[in-house]
């Protein structure tokens, strides 16, 4: 029997205008607040009209970051975090994909903690976070409901995650037009980080009885969007279904963590700027080769949810949304194989992933 405890701590707001017609539980965390946003899909997206709307409503003095950078590094959220500690905010407020969301958990901390960026990695810090709310722009990471804030070093050449109870958002407001203006692309991409919280989760060494649950209703929700996001049109229902998919794919990590895929697909970002989702999709197809070698009833039920005959139609699939793997030179596959095995999401895969087994899905994908 499995030991586990369940802790979910963020309060999702789901539907249209929810920002500002519930602005009053902003002002239950305080009278300051710094809005940390990309440089231009918040304003796009309409979500920052809504929170400027709902901080003046209530009285709630702002200021704004717009400067976070895609995959925000150490240096960019050190940036962020000068300015919070100079304008000494109550609460922070992220707008956007899972970049400026990200950036906004390590803002909190830095915000009240005058250290150097790098030393976010060490999970203590003197002072606690500041809250976070956040405001997804992209239906992809669920960062709205982890506790996790993933940074590019380019010291280590790779993407890395801290993590602490209290960087889990007190608030997640959930609303699909915020997802409206995403180029087809981006909506694609980030839909496939979706997938692969949903079925790493499932495929953790880790999951339990509860992220099974987010995990299969998270599958059957995504998947009743597959076909508008085959042919490249999506009504507000699908936006809708995909923006909460993903953050039961958060809440499905948050317990399980990510697992192989996500720790060889930060070398194909970082080394070739492949956007995060996509990179995951490129190599979820060989991940599920991999997985039907030892837990072969867990991947069919995973094709049963997603309403696929077989591993072949997944991989079909997946080359449709993700679009052609690069060609990585033998010597490019060691080192990311390398990089990835010693990582924790390598460790909470299943069967015992070594640098061979890393270097084959690399390979093979
Ligand atoms: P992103 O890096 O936040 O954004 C990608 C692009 O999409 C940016 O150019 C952004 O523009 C644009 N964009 C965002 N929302 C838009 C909208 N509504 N309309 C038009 N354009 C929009 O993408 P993401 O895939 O959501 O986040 C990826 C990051 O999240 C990675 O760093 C990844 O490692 C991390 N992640 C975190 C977790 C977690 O649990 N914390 C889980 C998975 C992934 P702007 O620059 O103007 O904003
Ligand atoms: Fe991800």
Redesign the pocket.
């Known amino acids: 029997m499995q030991n586990y405890s369940f802790f979910m701590p963020t309060r999702v707001i789901h539907g249209e205008k929810e920002l500002v017609n519930q602005a009053g539980l902003l002002k239950q965390l305080g009278n300051k607040c710094l809005l940390v ?9 309409g ?1 920052l009209d809504d929170a400027v709307e709902a901080l003046t409503s209530q009285g709630i003095r702002y200021e704004l970051f ?1 400067q ?5 590094s150490l240096e960019n959220v050190g940036a962020g975090g000068e300015a919070a500690r100079q304008f000494k905010p109550d609460f922070i407020l992220g ?8 950036a906004s ?1 390590a803002i909190a901390v830095l915000a009240v903690n005058d250290i150097d960026p790098e030393e976010l990695y060490r999970n203590q810090f003197d002072n606690r976070p500041l809250p976070i709310v956040a405001v ?3 239906a ?4 709205e ?8 070093t380019r010291e280590l050449e790779t ?1 890395k ?1 801290f993590s602490v109870p209290e960087l889990f958002p007190r608030l997640a407001f959930l609303d699909w037009r ?6 087809l692309t ?1 909506t694609r ?2 839909a496939l ?1 979706a997938l ?2 949903l079925v790493e989760g499932y495929l953790s060494q880790r999951a339990t009885g509860t992220s099974d649950l987010f995990a299969e209703q998270g599958m059957k929700l995504w998947t009743k969007s597959l076909k508008s996001l085959r042919e490249g049109v999506l009504p507000p229902e699908d936006r809708d279904r995909l923006l909460v998919a993903s953050t039961l794919g ?1 809440i499905t ?2 317990y399980t963590g ?1 697992t192989l895929v ?1 720790a060889l697909g ?1 070398s194909l ?1 970082y080394y070739y700027d492949i ?3 996509r990179a995951n999709g490129l190599l979820m197809a060989e991940y599920l080769r991999y997985n039907a070698e030892h837990v072969p009833q867990r991947v069919t039920n995973i094709l049963t949810w997603l309403g696929l005959n077989d591993i072949e139609e997944f991989a079909q699939i997946m080359t449709e949304l993700s679009g052609p793997m690069v060609e990585l030179s033998a010597e490019e596959i060691k080192q990311y194989a390398a990089k990835a095995v010693t990582t924790k999401a390598a460790l909470q895969s299943q069967g015992e992933v070594t640098e061979e087994v890393l270097e084959r899905i690399l390979q093979n994908s």
């Open positions: 946003t990309g440089k231009t899909s918040a304003r796009a997206s979500a717009d976070v950078e895609n995959n925000p707008i956007g994909g899972g970049s400026p969301l990200d958990k997804p722009t992209t992809g990471t669920g960062s409901v982890t506790p996790y804030s993933v940074l590019t993407k995650s915020y997802t409206e203006k995403l180029p981006i991409d980030t980080d692969s919280h958060g990590i948050s990510t996500h930060y970002t956007p995060h989702g």
